[in-house]
């Protein structure tokens, strides 16, 4: 087939010649399902090996700050350490 003769087929469908229709991305996604299988099963056990054999640390921290409640903006300031 000529570029001409898929030009006028595509164009007889009513696709324009910029638009991709989801028919040819399945039969793309079809034909390269070994690689994509092959990519998430890498990942994923590299991902396993990861997890099982990475040391478990945790670390927190926590500031606990009494709220007085007080009258007026100067309570605002305080609560920021600025001092009037």
């Given at each position: 087939m000529t570029e001409q003769s898929v030009d006028q087929g595509r164009a007889g469908n009513g696709v324009r010649e910029d638009e991709i229709s989801i028919l040819d991305l399945l039969v793309i996604?079809?034909?390269?399902?070994?690689t994509i299988v092959r990519t998430v099963m890498w990942f994923g056990i590299v991902g396993m090996l990861i997890a099982i054999f990475s040391s478990s640390e945790y670390t927190s921290n926590s500031t606990v700050i009494r709220e007085v409640e007080e009258a007026g903006a100067t309570s605002c300031h305080r609560q920021e350490g600025a001092k009037l």
């Open positions: 996604l079809a034909r390269q399902k070994k």
